[in-house]
């Protein structure tokens, strides 16, 4: 477990960020917005990742602590449009597919948060949406430069970082957004936010927590991440996987899930500034491409899933990362109670790439990991 | 009401005839008693609620509201036979009061009655733990009619032995149809059958009967199986702690007080899975866990840093209502605001005086919430503590951070698929 400890007054970073909003910055939505702000650690940032802290018994992190509570907070508050908690869940099958029955569930709640937060293009904030919706921001975090991570109250945000907003239609427990942001840049690539995101998952030290990351020909230029807390592994994780690249302890692994309707790749490591630049050039690489895909992060950052999709520019039906993951939502009783896990072997099938393209996709991903290496 | 049945064979009449020395411990030899001379009989099953509860028990019983279905039974005396029997029982099931008492509940079952949910009944029952489960019952006349069971041991306070079981019935009612179709039509054969089951294995009435499928059995077949509501589960829980809190005031009558819990460790961890305590161990704050639908809402699950706050043994706490955290100047508006967002089924945070172990106070900043299973149904009700004293942790997370945070991951630790699919499960169906 990192440790942590609160400091009074300005926080050097901080100030830093603060005095070079002189600096012309065109786009600078989230200026003089003040926040909590969560600062990582800087020893990790630099690579020296001294293992894992998962299995430590120091109860929960200050990044997790930070996270329940600020959206146990809003969903006390009313500002949820349901408790997914009276959400009905049940497997499904040998599989062990999951359904929740959510008759107040909001389908198209991506896209309302993207048209609601973004500009039109560029992936950048809206500055409206800073300034009407604070309540749905839990917090900031930003790379620091102290050797503990750090949890600053109220002040401005710096001039790079992730903001976490919570989805008023979640999916379970805890579901955020995260949402780099720039003050300085345009664009962010995911290749650059995985770095931080990575880290967060690994801050965070729960194994309930996941992140999700979907890509899709509609969202070129908005790189966003999602989270939520599942007490039970996603269907897809407690898979058999194939190992087919690396071994070495501290290398990456890449390994194929096996026995599943939509082929996924996995990769793994300990070391997770690597696994994070190796994933995130993977990303970038599928991205010119325009290659649909998702990732899931589980494990506290140490295990990616990648899940290619075929490209249906008719339908534009994709799906998300969590029911890449097996994990479906149900609007109608009915439908729920007649959940089969044929019926959804069929949807994931439908949507994963040919053989072929698997094998190319396999050589791509151990061609750059190589290169990493 | 089924299978009662603690003793495996044998109903009462057999019991007698081999044993009739009176030189044995008292509950059997009262159970012995009860059986050797018809006239006394009577009167040995009322001494069983009387010795315990005084005289003026049956009075007391007979003075609850006229709605309330149960039944009370004495495990000790042989066949496990039924001590009381409420107005409201005997009106729905049609029995007299003078052809109940005395026998063992399995009476009521019928052809149509889940073995498994008798299994289940009898399980509780060895395990002298509370249960709550949908079940067929049977009337006088033959016809049938779904019921929600509630089953409570009744504990000796301070031995932590038991000493009676009470068992709430709730009628189910049908759910969209609104039709009332006699479950069968003829009532002479189902007499038969309880007739048999009295004087026998309890579940041999199910096999002459599972090969009947002419146009009689029909109608049972169609009968759907009927889950209780919240509403009827409520009034179940309700209906418990109504008739405990009755045991409990005219126990002290004669000394020997009863409690709907017993205050030993297992009583109470023994519901929550071991993948759930895991989870639980790894938030470190102090909080509890108590279960709404056993009555009077006991702590099943206590974090070390509530025993070291409070100075209690988990031993101690486990199995009690919060209540004995209050104290004499523990604010009855705290109490009342917190009552009332539990019925409310809402979060909410108070500022109330408590009490350790050592009878000095703190100001606690009490958050409570209520937190669903799997399903979707409350499974516990969560509460936070923090001493108002020792404010500020080492990262200077204000309270209410640290105790929503707990919250959170409590929440997230219940919604675990396995923790509600195990056998201890409630309100899955």
């Known amino acids: 477990m990192v440790s942590f400890t609160l400091f009074e007054g300005d926080y050097p970073v901080v100030k830093q960020a603060t005095s070079q909003e002189q600096s012309k910055s065109y786009e600078a939505p989230l200026r003089g917005f003040e926040t909590l702000v969560y600062l990582v650690c800087a020893t990790k940032q630099n690579g020296a990742y001294d293992g894992f802290s998962c299995t430590s018994d120091d109860g929960q992190s200050l990044l997790d602590t930070l996270i329940l509570s600020q959206w146990e907070e809003r969903a006390w508050m009313g500002r949820l449009s349901y408790d997914v908690t009276s959400c009905e869940t049940k497997i499904v099958g040998g599989m062990k597919l999951t359904a929740q029955l959510n008759e107040e569930w909001n389908s198209n709640f991506l896209k309302e948060f993207e048209k609601k937060t973004f500009q039109s293009s560029g992936g950048i904030i809206k500055p409206s949406y800073i300034k009407n919706n604070q309540e749905e921001i839990l917090f900031c975090v930003a790379s620091g430069e102290s050797e503990r991570s750090v949890l600053v109250p109220f002040v401005a945000t710096p001039q790079e970082g992730t903001l976490i907003i ?47 990351y979907d890509y899709s020909a509609t969202n070129t230029d908005r790189t966003f991440f999602q989270a939520s807390y599942f007490a039970n592994p996603l269907p897809v994780e407690l898979l058999p996987f194939i190992p087919i690249y690396g071994s070495s302890i501290d290398g990456i692994q890449i390994l194929e899930v096996a026995d599943y309707p939509l082929n996924a790749l996995v990769f793994a490591s300990k070391n997770l500034r690597k696994l994070a630049d190796v994933v995130g050039e993977i990303c970038s690489t599928l991205q010119h491409r325009n290659t649909v895909f998702n990732l899931l992060i589980s494990n506290c950052g140490t295990k990616m899933f990648l899940f290619p999709q075929v490209h249906l520019p008719v339908t534009g039906h994709h799906l998300h990362a969590w029911e890449c993951g097996g994990y479906f939502i149900y609007r109608k009783s009915l439908d729920f109670d007649d959940a089969s896990e044929k019926e959804i072997s069929k949807w994931l099938a439908s949507v994963s790439i040919d053989a072929e393209s698997f094998q190319s996709l396999k050589q791509l991903c151990c061609g750059i990991t190589a290169k990493f290496s | 009401m089924v299978a009662f049945c603690c003793l495996p064979i044998g109903g009462v009449d057999e019991c007698c005839a081999g044993r009739g020395k009176s030189s044995l411990p008292s509950p059997l030899a009262a159970a012995v008693a009860a059986v050797a001379a018809m006239g006394s009989n009577e009167t040995h099953l009322l001494e069983s609620l009387t010795s315990r509860y005084s005289e003026w028990i049956m009075e007391a019983l007979d003075d609850l509201p006229h709605d309330l279905s149960f039944l009370i039974t004495d495990p000790y005396i042989a066949g496990h036979p039924i001590v009381f029997a409420s107005r409201g029982f005997l009106s729905v099931s049609g029995f007299s009061r003078e052809e109940v008492v005395g026998l063992n509940g399995r009476i009521f079952q019928g052809p149509d009655t889940d073995r498994r949910s008798v299994m289940e009944i009898r399980e509780a029952i060895r395990e002298e733990r509370a249960m709550q489960i949908s079940i067929l019952n049977y009337r006088k006349d033959g016809t049938s009619y779904w019921i929600l069971f509630q089953l409570c041991p009744v504990f000796g306070r301070d031995d932590g032995r038991l000493v009676h079981f009470v068992s709430v019935q709730v009628p189910i009612p049908r759910r969209g149809l609104n039709c009332t179709r006699r479950a069968v039509r003829g009532g002479l054969l189902f007499g038969a059958c309880r007739n048999e089951v009295r004087s026998d294995l309890e579940f041999r009435c199910s096999l002459p009967f599972d090969s009947y499928d002419d146009s009689d059995n029909r109608g049972l077949e169609g009968e759907e199986r009927r889950e209780a509501g919240d509403r009827e589960k409520q009034k179940a829980v309700d209906g418990v702690t109504e008739i405990l809190s009755k045991l409990a005031q005219y126990s002290k009558l004669t000394g020997r007080v009863v409690c709907g819990n017993r205050c030993s460790p297992k009583a109470g961890t023994a519901s929550l899975s071991s993948s759930l305590c895991t989870s639980l161990g790894r938030i470190k704050q102090s909080f509890v866990l108590t279960d709404p639908l056993l009555p009077d809402m006991p702590i099943v699950y206590a974090s070390d840093t509530f025993l070291s706050l409070t100075g209690y043994t988990r031993d101690e706490v486990l199995g009690r209502n919060c209540r004995f955290l209050g104290g004499p100047n523990t604010a009855v508006e705290a109490l009342q605001q917190i009552k009332e967002s539990i019925l409310a089924e809402k979060a909410c945070t108070v500022r109330i005086l408590n009490y350790r172990k050592d009878g000095t106070s703190f100001w606690n900043l009490l958050h409570i919430s209520p937190v669903r299973n799997s399903s979707g149904k409350i499974a516990f009700y969560v509460g936070v503590q923090i001493d108002e004293g020792l404010k500020n942790d080492e990262h200077g997370l204000s309270p209410s951070i640290r105790q929503l945070g707990a919250v959170g991951a409590v929440k997230v630790a219940v919604r675990s698929l396995s923790s509600s699919a195990g056998p201890s499960s409630r309100s899955t169906s």
């Open chain 1, 166 to 212: 919570v989805n008023a239609n979640p999916i379970e427990y805890g579901h955020i957004f995260l949402v780099p942001y720039y003050h300085h840049k345009r664009t962010q690539s995911i290749g650059g936010a995985l770095q931080l995101i990575t880290q967060i998952a690994d801050e965070v030290d729960n194994l309930s927590f996941r992140m999700f």
